[in-house]
């Protein structure tokens, strides 16, 4: 089927994601949007495996989302554009990449457990996206939810002020609607309705909504200067001011709307669509890409990928259009690489279904086929307007698995298959060990891998065996040197090298966020600026392996005291060189100290449960931060060696019967003691 374009008006269209924690509801959020616009005419549920956006075989073997699911749909006369991205830590690369082309989200949290560690995790990717948010509170129909508990943790865990637009009418099982502050009308949904009736706001809480109602008015007017002005002439404020004001603040990022409803019992979803509509950004609302790229389909045409997909049909590439308009059979410029590709076909995605279009334009964000070489991050764009937009951030691995075919006649095979999976998973990084020979996979987290290798096992049909994953660690400096001269002369015949240098090296300590920091100290033009930027190009490069074990070395200074140079034999390449050699000699003379990667860990545990979690934490090496129970159930928050996690998930489940769950978080690096058990020399 084709349709001849997506959308004509750019202020119609809204780009958003749903971002949560694990299980909070995003996917249910999202089939009960596809299922109330029509999109689809039956509602998938996450336990049935039924689902739109969860098509891959492991996500609905596994019940969670691993990979980001483009969908559309409309309404009130708009065209959605969503994305369904995963919640666990170990795909958060996905959600960085979608992020970065979306203009909006929706955040969801569980009405009992409120902000969990994921939740957070999200939040602040959104935040460094600039990227306008609203919440909503979900699962109010379960035991022990509390819409007012979820709030106080968005205000206190994230750091922003929440806004809440609507209240619970009922509770737990007694839940069936909201009342709506800012219309001061009541939305009842009947047992088993796909739609609410409106009516007045029940007798009963007549008070508690007008309490809340004026609340909501002073919080605005303090945050809203033209909300301050009609509250301080008329005491009030109009629906409209407050519904204006409230998508000012939701589009500045100074506050947060937030609903509340049962995803799973269809309550709550469509007002949520609504403020979809009403609160969140139209790309023309959006200021332009890097300061120059309007939102204009008539401006040269500016797209960024940020997902490449290998279908049965072909290479399917995920672009966000930033401006300009695209057809079917149009040449572009990858302005990475400066090939020129042509658009075969123009797709907009349902998750794993496509309808042809002609035509896409500024604000969309479709499929193209065509592209043979794009690669996630890549720009294309109009051939006479080249343009380089920021790419996502990709975040470093953690994990490694050693992989190899069983059979030698796959190890070809097994190659191609690696690539092609890490061309659509840029967080995934495959490399063979120049000691070992062996071929290498490194990831974000165990699950990660796991992943990975179960679709090397059934999409590519490859028999392969897997080693133990080692993490990744790192090398810094406890205590450094002072003064360590370096001389660098060769003379083979012509032009010779020299370059004199004179380094100090310190730990830049625990509270620094940096991972290397150069200076210099020189005066009187001893060394000449550009034999200073050279000299830090070569401690880069020494940094690369440190002394212990060949892992990356971090968290150091190098300060640049002193030098010499010769007035034919010096160049910036001998005092390069006479960097790396100089650092390398400096780590050698230093107490250096090996880091392994550690995880924030939360895991939560039937109360009768928490000693032996307690007990086995403390085994692995785990350092507890924070003990909390609840109707019943205990929330432990540890930080925990990365390496001591693997095969977590297993032993757990069989120590809580099956009823105990964990997440974790990267929280950065630690010293390794001598006795850690995967403190093995090489180990990457």
């Not at 039956?42 to 891959?56: A, C, L, N, Q």
């Not at 007549?206 to 007017?221: C, F, K, P, Q, S």
């Not at 049962?262 to 469509?270: D, I, K, P, T, W």
């Not at 660690?473 to 406890?478: F, G, I, K, M, N």
Request: aromatic share 4%.
């Amino acid at each position: 089927m084709r349709t001849p374009g997506i959308t004509t008006d750019i202020t119609a269209v809204r780009n958003l994601g749903i971002l949560a924690h694990v299980d909070a509801g995003k996917t249910t959020v999202t089939e009960r949007f596809l299922y109330l616009t029509g999109a689809i005419h039956k509602r998938g549920e996450v336990h049935d495996g039924t689902t739109v956006t969860d098509f891959d075989p492991q996500e609905r073997d596994r019940g969670i989302t691993i990979f980001a699911a483009a969908v559309s749909c409309d309404w009130a006369g708009h065209r959605i554009n969503l994305i369904d991205t995963p919640g666990h830590v170990d795909f958060s690369d996905e959600v960085e990449r979608s992020l970065r082309v979306l203009d909006g989200a929706v955040a969801v949290f569980d009405a009992v457990a409120g902000v969990e560690p994921q939740s957070e995790t999200v939040w602040r990717q959104a935040d460094r996206h600039g990227v306008p948010r609203i919440a909503f509170v979900n699962k109010l129909d379960r035991a022990g939810a509390e819409l007012d508990g979820a709030v106080e943790s968005i205000r206190t865990r994230l750091g922003t002020v929440p806004l809440p637009v609507q209240l619970p009418i009922g509770r737990e099982d007694g839940f069936t609607g909201v009342v709506d502050l800012v219309r001061m009308r009541a939305y009842v949904w009947a047992e088993g309705a796909d739609t609410y009736t409106e009516q007045p706001v029940p007798e009963g809480l007549g008070d508690e909504a007008r309490h809340r109602r004026r609340r909501l008015e002073e919080t605005v007017a303090e945050l809203h200067p033209g909300a301050l002005e009609e509250f301080c002439a008329d005491s009030a404020l109009s629906d409209g001011t407050l519904a204006d004001a409230l998508r000012d603040l939701t589009l500045s990022g100074e506050a947060v709307v937030v609903l509340c409803g049962s995803a799973y019992r269809n309550r709550g979803v469509e007002p949520l669509l609504d403020a979809v509509v009403a609160y969140l950004p139209a790309p023309s609302d959006m200021p332009p890409v890097r300061g120059e790229v309007p939102a204009d389909p008539e401006a040269p045409f500016t797209a960024l990928a940020f997902k490449v997909s290998a279908t049965a049909t072909g290479r399917m590439t995920y672009v966000r259009v930033y401006a300009g308009t695209l057809t079917k059979g149009d040449a572009v410029l990858d302005a990475v690489t400066g090939r020129t590709e042509r658009i075969a076909r123009i797709l907009r995605v349902q998750a794993d279904r496509a309808t042809e279009v002609d035509v896409a334009r500024a604000g969309d964000i479709v499929a193209v086929v065509g592209p043979k070489t794009v690669r996630a991050g890549a720009t294309l764009c109009a051939p006479g307007a080249p343009v380089v937009l920021e790419p996502p951030t990709t975040a470093d691995p953690v994990v490694s698995v050693a992989v190899e075919a069983r059979r030698g006649t796959d190890t070809g095979r097994l190659a191609t298959a690696l690539a092609r999976l890490s061309e659509e998973d840029p967080s995934l990084v495959v490399r063979s060990d120049p000691e070992t020979g062996q071929t290498v996979l490194s990831g974000l987290g165990e699950l990660h891998l796991e992943v990975v290798v179960e679709r090397l096992r059934s999409d590519r049909g490859l028999d392969v065996t897997v080693g133990r994953p080692q993490v990744a660690y790192r090398e810094t400096v406890a205590k450094g040197v002072t003064g360590l001269l370096y001389r660098h002369v060769k003379q083979d015949g012509g032009a010779g090298q020299f370059a004199h240098v004179v380094v100090d090296l310190e730990p830049l300590g625990p509270d620094s966020a940096e991972e290397f920091e150069f200076r210099s100290t020189v005066t009187g033009g001893r060394v000449p600026q550009e034999y200073v930027r050279a000299v830090e190009a070569g401690c880069r490069d020494a940094l690369v392996e440190g002394p212990l074990g060949g892992h990356p070395v971090t968290g150091v200074r190098v300060t640049l005291t002193d030098g010499a140079t010769h007035p034919k034999d010096s160049s910036e390449m001998a005092f390069r060189t006479a960097g790396r050699f100089a650092l390398r000699e400096a780590l050698r003379a230093s107490a250096v100290t090996l880091l392994e990667p550690v995880a924030d860990v939360t895991v939560t545990v039937p109360a009768e449960s928490v000693g032996t979690v307690l007990g086995d934490l403390a085994a692995r090496r785990g350092r507890v931060t924070d003990q909390t129970t609840r109707s019943g159930t205990a929330v432990v928050a540890a930080t925990v060696p990365l390496a001591e996690l693997f095969g977590y998930a297993s032993r757990l489940r069989g120590r809580t019967q099956g009823r105990g769950t964990f997440t974790t978080r990267p929280a950065g690096y630690a010293p390794a003691p001598a006795t850690a058990p995967d403190r093995v020399p090489g180990a990457r």
